[in-house]
Antibody, heavy 123, light 110 residues
Framework: QVQLVQSGAEVQKPGASVKVSCKAS????????INWVRQATGQGLEWMGW????????GYTQKFQGRVTMTRDTSISTAYMELSSLRSEDTAVYYC????????????????WGQGTLVFVSS | QSALTQPASVSGSPGQSITISCTGT?????????VSWYQQHTGKAPKLMIY???NRPSGVSNRFSGSKSGNTASLTISGLQAEDEADYYC??????????FGGGTKVTVL
């Protein structure tokens, strides 16, 4: 069965960086894009961007341009999301989710989600 | 792009039907068939309930249905049950390989 298993909770200081991992299993890692979505406490879902594990190509929403980097290691079927220059407003649960590559030709939906990783930013 | 607009809360009694709206623009909801709905219980990851406007993934109850008219999509829950109490989010493809979410709707079963 398809599973996305994320790394554990992180506590970081303002100005630092955090790197969250998302290990995929149960399917061919390079056949589906990984999207990242975050959710601040008590708030809604916020889409951050996507990464194609086959090519390594990425796309980020403007809000996070320059601060987020999405990468992958295909040898261990793992995607990463690194967010730099952290501030208190970045305290949130970060989710990875799977979407078909070139989704416009199939379906642009996040069918499988990781369990979420809490990132807490505090001095 | 701006978030899609959802009502903050909707409530209903057990057995009733409720509908949650999701309003966007011609650049997202109105322009593509890729509207999805997610259910999220407190402390849990979102769960896909509807994709491509009106399709249900395997295992999702047929009490959940979706539709779209113009720039507004809707999720209807029929035969409301206690377990349906959760937050619901719509999302849409919004061009250039991007997605946009609604602000979320809290469903309360009275």
């Amino acid at each position: 069965q398809v599973q996305l298993v994320q790394s554990g909770a992180e506590v970081q200081k303002p100005g630092a960086s955090v790197k969250v991992s998302c290990k995929a299993s149960g399917y061919t890692f390079t056949s589906y894009d990984i999207n990242w979505v975050r959710q601040a406490t008590g708030q809604g879902l916020e889409w951050m961007g996507w990464m194609n594990p086959n090519s390594g190509k990425t796309g980020y929403t403007q809000k996070f341009q320059g601060r987020v980097t999405m990468t992958r290691d295909t040898s261990i079927s793992t995607a990463y999301m690194e967010l730099s220059s952290l501030r208190s407003e970045d305290t949130a649960v970060y989710y990875c989710a799977r979407i078909p590559s070139n989704c416009i030709s199939t379906t642009c939906t996040l069918q499988y989600w990781g369990q979420g990783t809490l990132v807490f930013v505090s001095s | 792009q701006s978030a899609l607009t959802q009502p903050a809360s909707v409530s209903g009694s057990p057995g009733q039907s409720i509908t949650i709206s999701c309003t966007g623009t011609s650049s997202d909801v109105g322009g593509y068939k890729f509207v999805s709905w997610y259910q999220q219980h407190t402390g849990k990851a979102p769960k896909l309930m509807i994709y491509d406007v009106s399709n249900r993934p395997s295992g999702v109850s047929n009490r959940f249905s979706g539709s779209k008219s113009g720039n507004t999509a809707s999720l209807t829950i029929s035969g409301l049950q206690a377990e349906d109490e959760a937050d619901y989010y719509c999302s849409s493809y919004a061009s250039s390989i991007s997605l946009v979410f609604g602000g979320g709707t809290k469903v309360t079963v009275l």
